[in-house]
Nanobody, 121 residues
Framework: QVQLVESGGGLVQPGGSLRLSCVASVASESRYTWYDMAWYRQTPGKQREWVATRGPRGNTNYADSVPGKFTVSRDNDKNTAYLDINNLEPEDTAVYFC????????????WGQGTRVTVSS
């Protein structure tokens, strides 16, 4: 069992930057390093879009559809994943979700509640 809590969203002006955080609470019989950590985003009326994934050993993948202003990272000692977003544009306005998927059992996954990012002047 994993519980995910995102934070760091808010209102930011175009051109600004944000760091989103996702803290994972992991059951005692599990380990944070057993999970890939990913970020998704969703805008009204659209499907949730995968942004990036960071594996427990640092392997990283980004969606081709997202621009190169996203950086995903994680601190395994703090059970925390991060998404840094630079040069924010109004099109980046969305709810950003954290996602944990078991490396061993991919059918085992968890979602956070999301954190809203609004880019506006």
């Amino acid at each position: 069992q994993v519980q995910l809590v995102e934070s760091g969203g808010g209102l930011v002006q175009p051109g600004g930057s944000l760091r989103l955080s996702c803290v994972a609470s992991v059951a005692s019989e599990s380990r944070y390093t057993w999970y890939d950590m990913a970020w998704y985003r969703q805008t009204p009326g659209k499907q949730r879009e995968w942004v990036a994934t960071r594996g427990p050993r640092g392997n990283t993948n980004y969606a081709d559809s997202v621009p190169g202003k996203f950086t995903v990272s994680r601190d395994n000692d703090k059970n925390t994943a991060y998404l840094d977003i630079n040069n924010l544009e109004p099109e980046d306005t969305a709810v950003y979700f954290c996602y944990a998927q078991s490396v061993i059992y991919p059918s085992l996954f968890y979602w956070g509640q999301g954190t809203r990012v609004t880019v506006s002047s």
